[in-house]
């Protein structure tokens, strides 16, 4: 089953896109701010996100901007009630692959993310990268400049999750989750290890990366 994020402040809108989706097959997270959208779209990953504008803590262009800086290309598409075309122009500029204006019939939603999930998933696969490093996974190696090191699966993880997030902090329960799922046999101590491997690691190929602890928040990567 296909996954969306749906981004709308409006309970009772939210819950009728949801059913709808649901019952063509599509599942759909709903969040209500660009904060929990973000924190979303890091841990998660999503085949489409379905985006309002106006938001108690801003617009959902905003949230764009954001992703497409950091080299995401997920397929998007802005739901909003400013029909100018100045916002429409604003809206496709930023990075939105689609835009409907409210109101708008639940059967046009729905064939506009339809059309959004039939999309080739064309640039999403550039190497992910953050400062100075970019993370190869199919070879699984991270390569800095001229200097690679080779990372076990799970190390990959947390750094492909740290990466995502794009200096942004990540969970301590979501770097165990990318990691080791839901594996029993993993000690309490495991993260804390792995993370200092990759600190050692990052050091190694002469990144200028940091991996910090954020207490009581998560981790990030700064430079």
């Given at each position: 089953m296909q996954r969306v994020l749906l981004l709308e402040d409006h309970p009772r809108l939210s819950a009728l896109i949801k059913r709808v989706l649901a019952q063509s097959g599509i599942e759909c997270d709903c969040v209500d701010s660009i904060e929990a959208a973000w924190v979303a779209l890091v841990e998660q990953d999503y085949s489409a996100a379905l985006?309002?504008?106006g938001l108690p803590d801003g617009d959902g262009v905003d949230l764009l901007r954001r992703l497409r800086s950091r080299g995401?290309?997920?397929p998007c598409l802005l739901l909003t009630a400013r029909d100018a075309l100045h916002d429409r122009i604003e809206g496709l500029e930023s990075g939105a692959d689609d835009y409907l204006c409210k109101p708008f019939p639940m059967v046009e939603l729905l064939a506009r993310t339809?059309?959004?999930l039939r999309r080739p998933p064309a640039q999403i696969h550039m190497a992910p990268h953050y400062g100075d490093?970019?993370?190869h996974p199919d070879q699984l190696q991270m390569v800095c400049a001229e200097k690679s090191v080779n990372l076990p699966r799970g190390e990959l993880q947390i750094m492909l999750s740290l990466v995502k997030a794009g200096g942004q902090p990540v969970r301590r329960s979501a770097l165990e989750a990318a990691a080791w799922g839901q594996m029993e046999a993993v000690t309490p101590n495991a993260l804390d290890v792995a993370l200092h491997?990759?600190?050692r690691k990052l050091e190694?190929?002469?990144s200028s990366v940091e991996i910090v602890n954020l207490r009581s928040i998560g981790y990030a990567l700064h430079t």
């Open positions: 985006i309002d504008r995401n290309h997920l339809r059309a959004l490093i970019q993370l491997r990759l600190r190694s190929i002469g």
